[in-house]
Nanobody, 125 residues
Framework: QVQLVESGGGLVQAGTSLRLACAAS????????CGWFRQAPGREREFVAA????????KFADSVRGRFSISRDNAKNTVYLQMNSLKPEDAAVYYC??????????????????WGQGTQVTVSS
């Protein structure tokens, strides 16, 4: 069993940066792929980014590519989402998720077995 806890959300101005962290319990986490998803009010949850078990392969949604980066520190059981040049449309609850298949980067939420509770990101214009 893996438990995920997100942190780092908050209220920021457009154009600034924020870094989210996802801390996981369990040694098996380092063999899992991880993804970040977000859900804005009235909208479906959408894929943001994913990283494979080693950290050498990443995938991004078109809407964040070039502004967001994803990384992981397996020694700390933590995955990060660095968000730069934030826009008001990036405001959402951000969720971390883990996929037990560590080598494949999948944008569909149904592939992820473990989820965190989410952290709120608010971007003011």
């Amino acid at each position: 069993q893996v438990q995920l806890v997100e942190s780092g959300g908050g209220l920021v101005q457009a154009g600034t940066s924020l870094r989210l962290a996802c801390a996981a319990s369990g040694r098996t986490f380092r063999s899992y792929a991880c993804g970040w998803f977000r859900q804005a009010p009235g909208r479906e949850r959408e894929f943001v980014a994913a990283i494979n078990w080693s950290g050498y392969s990443t995938k991004f949604a078109d809407s964040v590519r070039g502004r967001f980066s994803i990384s992981r520190d397996n020694a700390k059981n933590t995955v990060y989402l660095q968000m730069n040049s934030l826009k008001p449309e990036d405001a959402a609850v951000y969720y971390c998720a883990a996929d037990t298949d560590g080598s494949i980067l999948r944008p569909d939420e149904y592939s992820y077995a473990y989820w965190g509770q989410g952290t709120q990101v608010t971007v003011s214009s």
